[in-house]
């Protein structure tokens, strides 16, 4: 796969103050007058669905009117991004909220996809970052994961693990780590987090790579064990939970997790979004409520975040290798 460049963001609103098309005029001075609304690639209950509908709250509230979350699963993005396309983005109120996977796997493994970031979608604002974690039911007696390496060495191809879907992150956090240490488990993928996380309480697979807010209640009443982030460093909210990376150095697969818009949003939306989220992120209850989610608060604007997505494709183009993913 090769690394996409990125496209100079294009000035949809072309000069300001007497510049200005009376239209446009209008439309920036009275933004935004009606409900917004994030569409979400994922079921709800996942990472992407749980960070949209913590922001959209605190946004909605900063700017005086609803922020909807829209849930369009399916497609590994190219539902909702068709569902953007259909609420007339040229207006300014509709965005996708969405971690990597569709913007760097999706355009992979379907040469067909409709979208590119820098062309048909633009990067608005990077919300947060969040590691992924490895778990595993507890009848397979693994206790860390050093235990886990161990157990699957001894059996390969024995034991399963679960993900959101074939070239998720969650995927290609796992067969990145199958790659550097020569594990053989089985991937079996559903459809987001809604499912994969109930099949791995409910013993359908072994193993599974899930966002803490997917797993936390179940972690609380012992049902699913713990063993590993996928993020380059420890987090603070699970500080004895090792991180990949101390085994396998420089591993980092943490979700980062952003707003888009689709081309022609006018630019005044973008940057108004944009500069919203980033105060919203500065709310110490807001950063209280992720962080407890092992969710860490970025709001960080469009160059950072294109900066980021662009590390996360040569990430994911070596995990695709490593899972021998084919386009189609």
Known sequence: MKRRTFAAWPLWALASGAGLVPGLAKAQANYPSKPLKFIVPYAAGGLPDTVARVVAQRLGERLGQAVIVDNRAGGNGITAYQALLQSSPQDGYSFI???GSMLSITPFLNKQVPYH??????????IARSPLYLVAHPRT?????????KLVKSKPDEFTYGSSGIGSTHHMTMEALKAALDLHVRHIPFKGSGQS???LVGGQVDF??????SIQGFVKTNQVKVLASNALKRSAQLPDIPAIA????????AVAIGVMAAAGTPQFAIDRVGKEIAEVMKNPDLIKTLENLSIDPVGAGA???GRVIALENEAMAKAAKAADLKAE
Do not use: R
């Open 97 to 99: 909220v969405s971690d």
């Open 117 to 126: 970031i820098g062309k048909e979608l633009l990067p608005v604002s990077l």
């Open 208 to 213: 599974s790579i899930a966002a803490l807010p």
């Open 141 to 149: 007696g693994v206790n860390n994961f050093a235990d886990f390496v």
């Open 197 to 199: 996380t109930p099949a």
């Open 303 to 305: 160059p950072e975040y």
């Open 246 to 253: 101390e085994t396998v150095p420089g591993f980092d697969f």
